[in-house]
């Protein structure tokens, strides 16, 4: 059975060479150009797909928006396709869900070797369907000081350990970044609120190596940081 995916491209000389390499790769892609069509087929109770591919830039609308708003109501695989250099646009896509993003000008087999692993990553158990307890989604180990995320040990830096050890003692709360560096890694003269910036983006790009839907870091606009735990992962 070919693997139903939805591409969203307004520029028909890149969807065609997309939708030929995946059908080649077993995909069957149903291909649109405007946010509109998009959201008349993702919104409707008979879509299939598997995933989505989707450009940011489109006639009618943007990309991020369609992925935000696909995110707050499915967990659907999403892969970000954007110009070259718009570094903003990657930041932002997977910020507002997207699972991966790949930089045009790309080649269509490295879009397919991504696509493949996330489904497969998408395709693994749940946590709670292995016996792990909910509660027990995320776990600190002081004696070894390592973190299993899930049922995975993470390999994490030593700041990025320091800042989620610091946002497990307290879920739900909200840490300035002033605050979070402090409890993270204590007085750093070189540490500055970017710091904690980059390496949250680094350590959620850990967390969704291992659970693509979940995404316990939460950032507050203008505040700072969070960890929040979905009761029914
Ligand atoms: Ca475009």
């Known amino acids: ?16 060479t997309i939708v030929f390499a995946l059908e080649r790769e077993g995909f069957h892609v149903e291909h649109v ?10 919104w409707s109770p008979r879509c299939d797909h598997a995933a989505v591919i989707l450009d940011v830039g489109l006639p009618d609308g943007s990309g991020l928006d369609l992925c935000r708003d696909l995110r707050q109501r499915s967990r659907m695989s999403i892969v970000i396709l954007s110009a070259r250099g718009e570094e903003m646009d990657r930041v932002l896509g997977l ?6 993003y ?5 080649s269509p ?23 792990v307890a909910v509660d027990d989604l ?35 709360k909200v840490w300035s970044r002033e ?6 890694w204590g007085s750093d003269a070189d540490s500055t609120d970017r710091t904690v910036d980059t ?20 950032t507050h606009r203008g505040l700072g940081y969070s960890l929040d735990l979905p009761h029914d992962a």
């Open 1 to 16: 059975m070919p693997i139903p995916l939805l591409l969203v491209e307004d520029e028909p000389a890149i969807a065609r």
């Open 95 to 100: 910020e507002l869900g997207a699972d991966d």
């Open 199 to 218: 390496h949250v983006k680094t350590l959620r790009a850990k967390l969704r190596d291992v659970r693509p839907d979940l995404d316990p870091i939460v």
């Open 109 to 131: 087999r490295e879009l397919c070797a991504r696509l493949r692993s996330l489904l497969r990553r998408s395709a693994m158990p749940p946590v709670d369907s292995i016996g």
């Open 179 to 184: 605050a979070l560096l402090d409890a993270a």
């Open 138 to 172: 995320l776990a600190h180990d002081a004696d070894s000081a390592r973190i299993r995320f899930g049922t995975v040990w993470l390999k994490l830096t030593r700041r990025e350990y320091g800042l989620l050890r610091a946002l497990m003692r307290t879920p739900g």
């Open 33 to 42: 150009m405007l946010v509109r069509e998009a959201r008349e087929r993702l």
């Open 102 to 106: 790949i930089a045009k000008p790309f």
